[in-house]
């Protein structure tokens, strides 16, 4: 395992103390077992925040409306352009018409994609975090350092000094731990 100060290619010195894997791998244990000694609190919290922090039901709803208007601007495209086909329009204004409801039709496709991007992420976020809280459920302390835990269950991990490292969680729990 490499790890690096952030420090490093900003032409500073390094500050952050050597930590070896096994140092590491010792404060992981620690810092898992705070959280499972606080797990009731952590369960009772996040579990009641869960689905109103990652609601997606306003932005779902948005998503219904905006399909509408999409297949709405794309029926009046083709409109546009049958109506074109059918009789001789003014071309410049026909053009002027067709780029004005194309551009709108653009406009709420990527309103539309950037916004169902979003609800997937948080829906992602959410389990993700049910994920966690399943799993800290079911969880005692452990002994050991458990490398399936650290890769499913841990986001960061911050050397401030060898007496302050904090492991951050997927579910956005900080714990500090020391040597």
């Not at 900003?10 to 606080?38: M, W």
């Not at 003014?90 to 018409?97: D, I, K, M, P, V």
């Not at 399943?134 to 650290?150: A, K, Q, V």
């Amino acid at each position: 395992m490499v790890w690096q100060c952030n420090h490093k290619f900003e032409g500073q010195k390094c500050t952050t103390p050597h930590f070896s894997e096994d140092e590491i791998r010792k404060l992981f244990v620690k810092a898992v077992n705070q959280l499972v000694d606080c797990k009731k609190e952590i369960l009772s919290l996040y579990s009641e925040i869960a689905d109103t922090k990652f609601s997606t039901e306003e932005q779902e709803k948005t998503l219904t409306v905006l399909s509408f208007e999409i297949q709405s601007a794309e029926q009046q495209i083709q409109d546009c352009i049958e109506e074109n086909a059918a009789a001789a329009l003014n071309q410049s204004e026909y053009t002027a018409r067709y780029d004005e409801l194309t551009d709108r039709y653009d406009s709420l496709k990527t309103k539309y994609e950037k916004l169902a991007v979003k609800v997937h992420e948080n829906q992602c976020r959410k389990e993700q975090l049910l994920s966690f809280l399943r799993w800290l459920e079911r969880t005692s302390l452990i002994t050991e350092f458990d490398e399936n835990i650290w890769n499913l269950m841990l986001d960061d991990v911050i050397v401030h000094s060898k007496s302050d490292v904090v492991f951050i969680f997927n579910n956005g729990s900080e714990i500090s731990v020391s040597l």
